[in-house]
C-alpha cells in the first residue's frame, strides 16, 4: 500500500513538473517578445526625438539667419556699410555650437552690394541667405532727378512734345557703362519662361537671361511683382502687356514694344535700339544709348523713384 502511494505522489510531482516548466518556458517567450517590442518602440521614439530635434534646430538656425540679415540691413542704413564679422552662439537645447558669418561683397562701380549672411550648426549643413541691393550710380541718379527719358542716341519722335522730360545728347544725356556680364558673378536667378512669368510673375529676385535670342512676352501678358531683369539679347513686349509693379529692365540689344502696353514703376536701360508703340503708358525713367522712336501717343510720367536703391528679397543659393 505504501508503495502504491509513492508512486502516485511520484506521477503527481512529475506532471506538476512539466506542466510549470511548460509555463516557465512561455513566461520566458513572453518576457523576450516584450523586450524586444520595447527595444523596437524606444528606437522608433529615439527616432522621432532625434528629427524632432533636428527640426527645432533647423528652424531655430532660419530663425536666426533671418534675424541676423535684418538687423544688419538696419544698422547699414543707420551707420553706413558694414564690414566682414564672424561669431559664435548657442542653440538650446542641446549646447549646439552654430558659427554664424556675416559677408559684404561690393561692386562700386556698377553698385551692387550683397549681403550674405551663413550659420553653420556642428550637426546640420550650412544655411545661407542672402540679400542683393542695387544702388545706381550718381549719373542715373542724378539724370533720373530731373529727365523721364535720357536718350545718348538719336532721336525719332516729337521732341517738342516731351519738352523738359527728354534730355539728349546735347544736353550731356550719358548711358551708364553697364553690361551683361556684370551681373553674372551676383548669382542671378534663371529668368522664367515667357510662360511662367505669366502665371508666377516676379519674384523681387535678379533675373538673368544671357541668351542672344530675343525674348518676347506674348499679348495681353499682365506680369505681377518686382524685379531686375537682365537680358543679352533684344526684348519684345507685345500689344497689352503690363508691369504691374516696379521694374528695372537691362537689355543688351533693343527693347520694342507692341501698343497698348504699360509701365507702372519701371527703370529702363536699352544699350540698342528703343522702339515704342501707339497708346504706351510708362511711368518711370528710360535710358537709351543709341536711338529711340515713339509715338505722338506716348504718355510719359517722370517717377525718379524709379531710381531709388533696389533690394532684393532674402533668398537661399
Not at 43 to 60: H, I, M, N, P, T
Not at 208 to 222: A, C, D, H, W
Request: aromatic share 10%; proline share 4%; hydrophobic share 45%.
Amino acid at each position: 500500500m505504501n508503495k502504491y502511494l509513492f508512486w502516485v505522489m511520484v506521477r503527481c510531482f512529475k506532471l506538476k513538473s512539466g506542466r510549470q516548466g511548460h509555463a516557465a518556458l512561455l513566461i520566458l517567450v513572453l518576457v523576450c517578445f516584450l523586450g524586444a517590442a520595447a527595444l523596437l518602440v524606444s528606437r522608433l521614439v529615439l527616432g522621432e526625438y532625434l528629427k524632432a530635434k533636428e527640426a527645432l534646430s533647423r528652424q531655430q538656425v532660419v530663425f536666426l539667419t533671418q534675424d541676423v540679415l535684418q538687423c544688419a540691413l538696419q544698422q547699414e542704413l543707420r551707420q553706413g556699410k558694414l564690414e566682414d564679422t564672424c561669431w559664435q552662439t548657442v542653440l538650446q537645447p542641446g549646447q549646439e555650437k552654430v558659427e554664424v558669418r556675416l559677408t559684404v561683397t561690393e561692386a562700386a562701380a556698377l553698385g551692387l552690394r550683397r549681403l550674405q549672411v551663413a550659420a553653420s550648426p556642428a550637426m546640420l549643413p550650412d544655411y545661407v541667405l542672402n540679400q542683393l541691393r542695387w544702388s545706381f550710380t550718381r549719373v542715373v541718379r542724378q539724370q533720373a532727378a530731373s529727365h523721364a527719358l535720357i536718350v545718348a542716341g538719336s532721336l525719332q519722335g516729337d521732341a517738342e512734345k516731351l519738352g523738359q522730360l527728354l534730355c539728349t545728347s546735347d544736353e550731356g544725356a550719358i548711358f551708364p557703362d553697364y553690361a551683361v556680364g556684370d551681373f553674372v558673378p551676383w548669382q542671378p536667378h534663371p529668368l522664367p519662361t515667357p510662360v511662367d512669368l505669366r502665371t508666377y510673375g516676379l519674384g523681387q529676385r535678379l533675373y538673368l537671361r544671357e541668351s542672344l535670342e530675343p525674348y518676347r512676352i506674348n499679348y495681353g501678358t499682365n506680369i505681377p511683382g518686382e524685379g531686375i531683369v537682365i537680358f543679352g539679347g533684344d526684348l519684345v513686349l507685345e500689344d497689352g502687356v503690363t508691369f504691374n509693379d516696379r521694374t528695372v529692365l537691362f537689355t543688351e540689344g533693343s527693347l520694342t514694344t507692341g501698343a497698348n502696353v504699360t509701365l507702372q514703376n519701371t527703370l529702363i536701360f536699352c544699350k540698342g535700339r528703343l522702339s515704342l508703340g501707339r497708346n504706351n503708358k510708362i511711368r518711370g525713367v528710360i535710358f537709351v544709348k543709341k536711338e529711340a522712336f515713339w509715338y505722338d501717343d506716348l504718355i510719359l510720367q517722370h517717377a525718379p523713384e524709379a531710381a531709388a536703391p533696389f533690394s532684393t528679397s532674402a533668398y537661399l543659393w
